[in-house]
């Protein structure tokens, strides 16, 4: 009767350990990146607006560059906050880049999708 068993479980055995499940379950756990929608000109600034797609984010960091500039931090927004307006984007000269994530706890999402305005 063992004998019969044995095949079975060397069947079921792999399921068990599969490394789709393992990606599915990362996956599932991963967080969302918010969508940026707008970046319109204001007078001396730039006013971003965006999607979250992960209600339950802490908060969203915004990193800006320029041309001649890499990414750097500019702003946290609380996370029901879908808009910001960036006062220090005030060099009219200059193309400001941006790009989000949300952040929960000590995890981020992945970056957002990038968009560009001058002031």
Known sequence: MKAHLLPIACLLLPLACSSEDDAAAAKATALEA????????????????????????????????????????????????????????????KTYTYRLRCKKAADYSPYSNEMSGKP
């Open 34 to 93: 918010p969508q940026l929608t707008q970046v319109v000109p204001m007078t001396g600034a730039l006013h971003l607006t965006w999607t979250n797609h992960q209600h339950d984010c802490d908060s969203t960091d915004a990193e800006r560059k320029t041309d001649t500039e890499a990414y750097a931090p500019v702003f946290s927004a609380p996370g029901s906050v879908d808009n910001k307006m960036d006062g220090t984007a005030t060099d009219t000269t």
